[in-house]
């Protein structure tokens, strides 16, 4: 099925940064970022049937877009953000004075899409022990099905005056953006820090889907 996917796109498929399609194994930080830099347009750490029958079907990638697709676990173990951010810098398509800012919004959005969106957890307790609770409650949930199944998937895209619309889904069960948050703590904060830094910020598919926009 891969195989068919990229004799119909025209490209090479393979395990190292040169290929268009690239299939993580596993997945790496340096994977990640060596195989956004060198031009790849869809990454993902195991071929999932779903997303690829839908690709053949004609939703294929864009040229000038991009797509991450990661189990849970694989988006919770390796920095994501970063990776990314430093693939998209090398790549053009994101200016270093910027990295930063996308990057610490990504952070915060792939925490989210894992934890309280495939994992379906609750705000952590402050302090100390609040965090390791926490560590302790994603590593347990990500040995359950379904949970373990879920997937995070990240879309970039270009806009036509040079800046970025990042596109981060999950497989949860959704939530209100609209409800308060209580971001008073760290724990909290990531949607503020995300609508401080971001250009704009919007929701869609009941919760499921985080959409970032970034100027030049």
Known sequence: MVRT?????GCAIGSDEGAAIVLLHPASDTGVSRAVAAGARLLMDVPVLEE?????????PEPGSLRLSLASGSAFRIN???SLCSGLVERGWLHP????DVELCLHEAVVNA???GNLELQRCADGDSGFADRLDSVYYQLTLMPFAARRVVI??????DGGLTIDIQDQGKGFDPTA???GTTYSGRGMTIMRELA?????RDGGRRLCLEFRP
Do not use: F, I, K
Not at 52 to 60: F, I, K, P
Not at 97 to 100: C, I, K, L, S
């Open 5 to 9: 996917l990229a004799d119909r796109l």
């Open 52 to 60: 690829v029958q839908a690709l053949l079907g004609g939703a294929e």
């Open 80 to 82: 994501v953000a970063m």
């Open 97 to 100: 004075g910027r990295q930063v």
């Open 114 to 116: 894992v934890t309280h």
């Open 155 to 160: 879309d970039v895209g270009r806009r036509a």
């Open 180 to 182: 308060p948050t209580g």
């Open 199 to 203: 250009e704009r910020v919007s929701h």
